[in-house]
């Protein structure tokens, strides 16, 4: 806690190690180039995120303006006591605790609160967009706003994403585009869920020559999911596996305060993971049809293809040509 206090409260940010660091941040984007999943999700977070804080995405050129002052400025403005939380989890005492933090942590005083940057606008970059990469394989990511954990439909959604996409083998996803089809050797769904908003993904990593067939297979999938497909059998087993899944996130005394803490940062209703088990086996076959209809919006979507677009495929489904993007570097 002496080590720890000293770093949080006086960092000493040496020259030699900032450029270290700074360094480091450039490797790790020269490799990004390397990777073109990892490169897909970023450019697909960029057009989700537009004319928000959160697509603002480091680049080689944006790293290089970074000076050391940058960073104590940084520091002063938001590492300070009453923007912080700790979790801790041990053979301890609340009194224990506190008597320690207050031993290494009192000396450090609070300042005025940083501005919270609000949620996100919700006006993605809309439309088709393509990375143009010669490799032999194409990556392929759709996605849109949904609801967040606050609103009474979350319990619904989290149920339809695990359907569609998130719960593996049995998935509607991965059956049809990787069991059925043969298509992809990896694919499915996320759901961020943030507490105030919720971003909703399906993605397959395809072969160059079927790139534009998953696509149409994964918007076919979504399209009948959005009609009000889904069954009882599904519901079923989406809410037993969740439910089953949950209880693994409190294996360890070290989860146990993380759930807790996150519950307090995020702000949500103190009996939300009390609650959770039940409010997700609550949830209906009607509920999830409801969701699946409200949420699941064809003409908001943000579709990123990264691949060598000289060996896509024909679609016959293309309305509107695709608009061609150059990753920053």
């Known amino acids: ?59 080689g050129k944006s790293l290089s303006r970074i000076e050391r002052n940058d960073l104590v400025a940084f520091h002063k403005n938001y590492f300070i006591p009453n923007n912080m939380m700790f979790a801790v989890s041990g053979d301890m005492t609340k009194e224990d605790v506190l008597s320690l933090f207050g031993k290494y942590f009192g000396i450090w005083k609070a300042g005025p609160m940083p501005s919270k940057i609000p949620s996100p606008s919700r006006t993605p970059d809309t439309g088709l967009f393509v990375i143009n990469k010669e490799i032999a394989q194409s990556t392929i990511i759709k996605g849109m706003y949904t609801t967040g954990k606050n609103h009474p439909d979350f319990y619904a959604f989290t149920v339809l994403d695990f359907i569609v996409g998130s719960g593996g083998f049995s998935s509607r996803i991965f059956s049809f585009v990787r069991n059925n089809e043969g298509l992809a050797y990896s694919a499915g769904s996320f759901y961020r869920n943030k507490p105030d908003y919720g971003i909703f993904g399906a993605y397959a990593f395809t072969k160059t020559a079927s790139t534009m067939k998953t696509l149409t297979l994964i918007n076919s999938i979504l399209e009948n999911v959005h009609a009000g497909s889904v069954t009882t059998k599904e519901i079923e087993w989406a809410k037993k596996s969740i439910n089953n899944g949950f209880v693994f996130s409190f294996d360890t005394p070290e989860q146990v305060v993380w759930q807790q803490m996150n519950l307090e940062y995020e702000k949500l209703p103190e009996d939300f993971l009390l609650n959770y088990r039940q409010k997700i086996d609550d949830v209906t076959v009607m509920d999830v049809n409801n969701a699946a209809a409200k949420y699941l919006d064809h003409a908001n979507n943000v579709v990123l293809i990264l691949g060598d677009s000289n060996n896509f495929d024909p679609s016959p489904t293309l309305t509107h040509p695709p608009v061609f993007i150059v990753p920053e570097e």
Request: aromatic residues 8%; without cysteine; hydrophobic residues 40%.
């Open 1 to 59: 806690l002496d080590v720890l206090a000293q770093i949080l409260i006086e960092p000493a940010f040496e020259q030699e190690k900032f450029e270290l660091a700074r360094q480091l941040k450039y490797e790790e984007l020269r490799r990004l180039k390397d990777d073109p999943q990892k490169l897909a999700l970023r450019e697909f977070n960029r057009l989700i995120y537009a004319r928000d804080p959160r697509g603002h995405l480091p680049s």
